[in-house]
């Protein structure tokens, strides 16, 4: 069947980025027939029509890195520095870990993210002691797009590493392609510091042998590059280089710490830039100079980490924040602009996780879209600068319906692909079993 | 009537920050009577129980600097630096003001400010073609708290400037006291480069005269300081300084642009800091050190500026702000610490505009109180950490309900003293009059 959205403003998010106020949008099989403005001669009597006057309607959000099974973990560690956060908070936590918190904490990360407008996200698991499978099934079911990958770290015995290597082997061969294609993997080295060469060595052949995207933290912190440097003479960047990283496309996390050289490699490297502005923040990192990354042409998407280090996944506070930080850091209010901002945070933000076919709304690509309802809300009027207020007034609470390749899975803010009472109820009880 | 809210989460925000899990506040004529865990000896049969279960309690939000009768302006002017916004943007656009449309705009302002639990606010407002008492009139009625302040401007003729001044000597006199006490004024400079030496003299008598506050835009922006520097030869916290503008207890929005020297001045002098962390780089000016501000023992606030360089007054996500930015600037996660932050936006900011008797639920305060209900929300759970949550995961579409001087004003999300769809529509009919 066709599904006709029509006579809603459409924020086509295209190279353009254009935009219809008395827009049309028509689906078939998940995918985008046709955009533009109303177009009486595009019906026809078989269609089904979806009135979405006085809504806007924008490509789903695209979320480049992100931790949903540490969703449980929401607000610990506040005003910790990253290392003391991962060693004493994070990682005792995550050792607690079973299949059930895993895969609930999962499921309440995705709910949050369909329900605050994410339709992609790129995300990145620690497997310590739990049924990736069975975490997997729960994942797919939701209906959200993306990449789920399996961390590679190089912490217990010589047995521990090579186990979680042929495990990352074997999950990277299973998830490359997945939940009737909505869903594929990367190989995930958690870092240069917590990755042994041999590790990061074995993780390229891993992408190569098996034609997957390398997702990785990079650059987070001056301590990472100091313990690098130390360890290996050079900086995380070149370190990871030298080691054939870049090998295949990759995307890194952070890149807070960059010197000019650096970008130069990634540049030459199509190496893309998950941007993590809150996170960033909060853990005393820094502010990354995404406008010399995008100078330079690479493709950098917006990334909100997890909620232990944000505390939320509303995308667009963190692409308002990222839009902020880059004109406060230059004193500059022309720096990241309205449009470009919003395009790092669908278009763009797919194209650097290789996912192209998402992202706009344009003819072939997926349908995956989002509504948002702004008659009610005094936040958002009056409703005629509604590109800015999309960037700087909206929350992810204001979003109405999520679509993803056609098929709704959020309903007048209601998700209608989890059981939000029951993963909410769940998430309580678990996390109350875990060692605080 | 005495009014007994129980059985919810109570931050009391208090000098100690102390939170009381099933807690208990009572009410009477306006005044918290009791807060503290829940006591059955403090219950009397005629009291009036409300069940708060599940639900988190705390101060209403503070917003030191807004100007509500801007927010019609919503989102004009992206991506500009603050002087041409202010004059190739904002004054053209104020000066086709009318009652209606100042009005309105106050009115579809505070309906944003008490929907998402901001119960008072430090405003100043551009009187040009106003019948000012008609809007104050309106201001009145919604219900809220704070200090509504008429600018001084040194524009136009110097008649027309005669009469600036005069208008607002009158205002000053009449609104020292209004609205039931609930609401203040006070003298209001628009900055040291739009008012001559003469007006900033004239403001300062005023404020001595009626015993009122000073509130003025002060040290914005480099370009601000190197304009006063070239035509006073100081900095402009030492021109207003010369010109005894902090004879009077005051309040200067923004110091972004802040030297040792003229930090020391601040604090000698009980000058307060209203910190608009959001607009501040939204207009390019820069990241304001507030963490100097505070070992100096400096009262701050937290603002929101007006929306049309926010663009919402959303005091959640600007005390969030406030946090994540000096994280960043020093590069340490410790600096502004969760209470820290939340007491900013309460208490402090109570206190810097002098209204100690609000911003804290304690005994003989002002009843000021919000309500969040985290039980559907998927982005506040799980709920454990509700204090990290308040400053980390929260919006200001989350506030439940709102109650001032023990009125409720707000009631599950919906407004009781403003009609929001009149108020809506009218925004949106009165904006398309203005020449965009």
Same mark, same amino acid.
């Given at each position: 069947?066709?599904?006709?959205?029509m006579?809603?403003?459409?924020?086509?998010m295209?190279?353009?980025n254009?935009i219809?106020?008395t827009?049309?949008l028509?689906?078939?099989?998940?995918?985008i027939?046709?955009?533009?403005?109303?177009?009486?001669?595009q019906?026809?009597?078989?269609?089904h029509?979806?009135?979405?006057?006085?809504?806007?309607?924008?490509?789903?959000?695209?979320?480049?890195?992100?931790?949903?099974?540490?969703?449980?973990l929401?607000?610990?560690?506040?005003?910790m520095l990253?290392?003391?956060w991962?060693?004493?908070?994070?990682?005792?936590?995550e050792?607690?870990y079973?299949?059930e918190?895993?895969?609930i904490?999962a499921?309440? !990360?995705?709910?949050?993210?369909?329900?605050?407008?994410?339709?992609?996200?790129?995300?990145?698991?620690n497997?310590?002691g739990?049924?990736?499978?069975?975490v997997?099934?729960a994942?797919? *079911?939701? !209906?959200?797009?993306g990449?789920?990958?399996?961390?590679?770290?190089s912490f217990?015995s010589?047995?521990?590493?090579?186990?979680?290597?042929?495990?990352?082997?074997?999950f990277?061969?299973n998830y490359?392609?997945?939940?009737d294609?909505r869903?594929?993997?990367? @190989?995930?080295p958690?870092?240069?510091?917590?990755?042994s060469?041999q590790a990061?060595?074995e993780?390229?052949?891993?992408a190569?042998?098996h034609?997957?995207m390398?997702?990785?933290h990079l650059?987070?912190t #001056?301590?990472e590059?100091?313990?690098?440097?130390?360890s290996?003479? @050079?900086?995380?960047v070149?370190?990871?280089r030298?080691?054939?990283?870049?090998a295949q496309?990759?995307?890194?996390?952070?890149?807070?710490?960059?010197?000019?050289?650096?970008?130069?490699?990634?540049?030459?490297?199509d190496?893309?830039v998950?941007h993590?502005?809150?996170?960033n923040l909060?853990?005393?990192?820094g502010?990354?100079?995404?406008?010399?990354?995008?100078d330079?042409?690479?493709k950098?998407?917006i990334?909100?980490?997890?909620v *232990?280090?944000?505390n939320?996944f509303?995308?667009f506070?963190?692409?308002r924040?990222?839009?902020?930080?880059?004109? !406060?850091?230059?004193? #500059?209010?022309?720096?990241?602009?309205?449009?470009?901002?919003l395009a790092?945070?669908?278009r763009s !933000?797919?194209?650097?996780?290789?996912?192209p076919?998402?992202?706009s709304?344009? @003819?072939?690509?997926h349908?995956d879209?989002?509504?948002? #309802?702004p008659?009610?809300?005094?936040?958002?009027q009056?409703?005629?600068?509604?590109?800015s207020?999309?960037?700087?007034a909206?929350?992810?609470r #204001?979003?109405c319906?999520?679509?993803?390749?056609?098929?709704?899975?959020v309903r007048?803010?209601?998700?209608?692909?989890i059981?939000a009472e029951?993963v909410?109820?769940?998430?309580?009880?678990?996390q109350?079993?875990l060692?605080?």
């Amino acid at each position: 069947m066709r599904n006709v959205y029509m006579n809603g403003t459409f924020f086509t998010m295209d190279s353009g980025n254009r935009i219809h106020e008395t827009g049309m949008l028509i689906e078939e099989n998940g995918t985008i027939q046709y955009i533009g403005p109303y177009a009486a001669d595009q019906l026809t009597e078989h269609d089904h029509i979806v009135d979405l006057k006085g809504k806007w309607v924008l490509p789903g959000l695209v979320n480049t890195h992100s931790h949903i099974l540490m969703t449980i973990l929401r607000g610990i560690g506040d005003d910790m520095l990253l290392k003391p956060w991962l060693t004493t908070r994070v990682f005792p936590l995550e050792a607690q870990y079973d299949t059930e918190i895993a895969t609930i904490s999962a499921q309440l !990360g995705v709910l949050e993210m369909l329900l605050s407008g994410t339709t992609a996200c790129s995300d990145m698991f620690n497997p310590i002691g739990i049924d990736v499978d069975a975490v997997m099934d729960a994942i797919g *079911a939701t !209906g959200i797009t993306g990449a789920i990958s399996h961390t590679i770290f190089s912490f217990g015995s010589e047995q521990e590493q090579r186990a979680n290597l042929q495990a990352a082997e074997r999950f990277a061969k299973n998830y490359k392609t997945w939940a009737d294609g909505r869903l594929t993997t990367m @190989v995930a080295p958690h870092s240069t510091y917590t990755c042994s060469t041999q590790a990061l060595v074995e993780s390229v052949r891993i992408a190569l042998d098996h034609k997957l995207m390398v997702h990785i933290h990079l650059a987070e912190t #001056d301590h990472e590059v100091e313990e690098i440097q130390a360890s290996y003479g @050079v900086r995380p960047v070149e370190h990871a280089r030298r080691l054939g990283l870049f090998a295949q496309p990759t995307i890194i996390a952070h890149g807070v710490v960059l010197d000019d050289e650096e970008r130069a490699i990634l540049s030459a490297c199509d190496v893309r830039v998950a941007h993590n502005p809150i996170s960033n923040l909060k853990l005393g990192s820094g502010i990354a100079d995404i406008s010399k990354l995008l100078d330079r042409g690479i493709k950098v998407g917006i990334g909100t980490d997890g909620v *232990a280090s944000n505390n939320n996944f509303d995308m667009f506070e963190e692409l308002r924040t990222a839009a902020l930080l880059q004109k !406060g850091l230059y004193k #500059d209010a022309s720096k990241l602009s309205t449009p470009q901002v919003l395009a790092l945070a669908t278009r763009s !933000g797919a194209e650097a996780m290789g996912m192209p076919q998402t992202g706009s709304l344009e @003819v072939n690509k997926h349908a995956d879209f989002i509504t948002i #309802d702004p008659s009610n809300k005094p936040h958002l009027q009056p409703v005629r600068e509604a590109l800015s207020h999309l960037v700087y007034a909206v929350s992810g609470r #204001d979003v109405c319906d999520v679509y993803i390749r056609g098929k709704q899975v959020v309903r007048n803010s209601h998700c209608l692909t989890i059981d939000a009472e029951k993963v909410i109820s769940e998430a309580n009880r678990l996390q109350r079993k875990l060692k605080w």
